[in-house]
């Protein structure tokens, strides 16, 4: 099938991922011209699956196999193009490799696939001004990037999917147990009336460009200083999106580490201040989200593996106190206000 195929049957048909053997893999690699040594190394990733391979004479690369039905391939090239866009500006990314006929992006036996070079490096612990100012500057540079014109086939950040489709899923697929479903549901409720009035306060707010999902599992330091590695939660939102997971700590210790990034963000790209009012909120919505996408991988075996605890009545006990505490901080000053 080809990827334009596949395209058309995006609906219909899903390819699982129990379907994605060893073989198919090496033979990938074969079908863009790479020769593995038969080497496979299964690295950390739940939303796709990523191997490095090692090859005949050369150094290993990274290859990563798309979950079917998530992203339209349209979706994928523009986002590959963005990382090539930020690699062109000298900016420190991971760009995929151009292989079989120039094309990052490639397919076997149902399965989409792209290959990228290796890149060294360790998760940083993002700490102390010096660090926290390099990263605020890397990122305004992707943002003065992503400023120049939008994504046209990637999504928006926003409270209805990022809020209200996970809420509605989740209250929908019977998750909740019976007795905590009640509570569960005001909850949400109260939480996301909060996101919208910080949504309120915080007016109209440039959308650009992002990364999306800008923590530091995402960051590899090296001695030249971080890299981006996944892009694949890039969209369209505010700034403040790339910035508040950098942030940890109680509310003195996030002040001043959101201090030394925007001093080094500011260097290169301008911040509204006004986008303070959506940390909590940003933070609130992705806790929402972040149980949906648990939902909605469920019948992935991955997922009960990776996440025993899910679907457990402790489970959502903790996110009901984890979503009060949000709704108190939402009516808090916004950090970094004072």
């Given at each position: ?13 899903l390819t699982p991922f129990s379907a994605l053997t060893p073989d198919i893999i090496l033979n990938a690699m074969d079908s863009v011209g790479l020769q593995s040594d038969g080497r496979l190394l299964a690295l950390n990733s739940y939303e796709n699956r990523v191997y490095q391979v090692g090859i005949d004479n050369a150094v290993a ?83 003065a990037i992503g400023a120049l014109k939008p994504f046209q086939k990637r999504p928006t950040l926003n409270i209805t999917n990022f809020g209200d489709e996970p809420r509605d899923y989740l209250l929908k697929h ?165």
């Open positions: 099938m080809s990827i334009q195929g596949y395209n058309k049957a995006m609906n219909t048909h690369v990274v290859t990563k196999f798309y979950r079917p039905n998530r992203w339209a391939t349209a979706a994928i090239l523009e986002e590959h193009a963005f990382i090539q866009e930020l690699a062109d500006n000298e900016i420190p990314v991971v760009p995929p490799l151009r292989l079989n006929d120039n094309k990052t992006l490639n397919e076997i036996d149902g399965f989409r696939f792209s290959v990228f070079p290796k890149q060294s490096g360790r998760v940083p612990e993002i700490e102390g001004r010096e660090k926290l100012e390099w990263m605020g500057r890397f990122i305004a540079r992707i943002h019977d998750f909740i147990p019976a007795d905590l479903l009640n509570a569960y549901s005001s909850v949400i409720d109260h939480a996301l009336d909060s996101v919208r009035r910080c949504f309120e306060r915080a007016g109209k707010v440039r959308i650009l460009r992002l990364h999306g999902d800008c923590y530091p599992g995402n960051i590899l330091w090296t001695d030249d200083g971080p890299h981006f590695v996944d892009f694949d939660d890039s969209r369209m939102g505010p700034a403040i999106q790339d910035l508040w997971m950098l942030l940890s700590g109680d509310r003195a210790e996030m002040t001043l580490q959101l201090k030394h990034l925007l001093a080094g963000y500011q260097t290169f790209y301008d911040f509204n201040m006004r986008e303070l009012h959506l940390l909590e909120a940003l933070r609130t919505l992705r806790l929402i989200h972040y149980s949906a996408w648990i939902a909605k991988r469920w019948d992935d075996p991955a997922f009960p593996m990776a996440f025993p605890w899910f679907n457990t009545p402790r489970y959502w006990q903790d996110r009901i106190i984890e979503l009060r505490e949000q709704i108190a901080l939402m009516e808090e000053e916004p950090l970094g206000s004072s």
